[in-house]
């Protein structure tokens, strides 16, 4: 769910030889600082060359630019109300990412200048007026997966900040190849119980630093640790099969 505000004005395409498209125009109108006048925003993007996608992009309001690099741009802008309490508007501009790894560029304008406020990951964002943006980040730890985070807007550093979440959910459905020991808690090194290899489990929730719980249907669980894609020594894939990782 979003929060359009403003109005698209244009698209304008320019087709290359081979039919694809070589730069795109997106113009857009709105009340960006919220001083009563609508402010014409211009959005531009290149595709440097005929086999690439589009990845450069130009933001221009009045004598005001803004340059940046994305990979793999929509080649659309709009314009959002990320904090409906503050006196701002801001430029959202997505993009496909690397590996589908999607994300949105969001910018803000203020008293002549284009910002950068955060570039925040994923494809089904939502923003209701709030401060925040929900969406789906990827987590770091042991394999791909990706868990529910917010981002919110920092009146201080005047950039979008994740919240912090101190445990994260996985929910990665797994096979044992071998016996794991499990730590009743996470930094606790004593094993206190173990799974067997063969049995079917659920990795669940993590830090996204070390430490990882898992469970199984019959109720047995416990927490292991992860360190450099290891598990008590071995590949992580060695010890878990079916575990998402992607490129």
């Not at 791909?144 to 009146?155: D, E, I, K, L």
Request: contains cysteine.
């Amino acid at each position: 769910m979003w929060v359009w505000i403003g109005l698209l004005v244009s698209i304008i395409s320019t087709i290359g030889m081979t039919g694809s498209v070589k730069s795109k125009v997106v113009r857009l109108q709105g009340d960006l600082d919220r001083d009563g006048h609508l402010d014409p925003v211009t959005v531009s993007f290149e595709r440097p060359d005929q086999h690439g996608g589009l990845h450069h992009f130009k933001v221009q309001i009045g004598r005001a630019v803004y340059e940046g690099k994305g990979e793999h741009l929509h080649g659309e802008a709009t314009i959002v109300d990320i904090d409906s309490t503050d006196q701002s508007l801001e430029i959202a501009v997505p993009q496909w990412g690397p590996s589908d790894d999607d994300a949105v560029y969001f910018l803000r304008y203020s008293k002549g200048r284009i910002w950068l406020i955060g570039i925040v990951p994923g494809a089904e964002l939502s923003i209701d007026g709030s401060g925040t943006v929900r969406t789906s980040c990827r987590g770091r730890l042991l394999c791909t997966w990706f868990y529910p985070c917010v981002y919110r807007w920092s009146q201080e550093a005047q950039v979008l900040v994740e919240e912090p979440q101190v445990f994260k959910p996985m929910h990665v459905e797994v096979t044992l190849l071998r016996d794991l020991s499990l730590c009743s808690e996470p930094l606790q090194w004593r094993s206190s119980t173990s799974v067997k290899a063969g049995t079917r489990a659920t990795i669940d929730l993590t830090d996204d630093r070390r430490w990882c719980r898992i469970h199984t249907a019959q109720g047995e669980g416990g927490w292991f640790s992860v360190e450099g894609g290891w598990v008590q020594g071995v590949d992580a894939r060695e010890m878990f099969e079916d575990l998402p990782i992607a490129d």
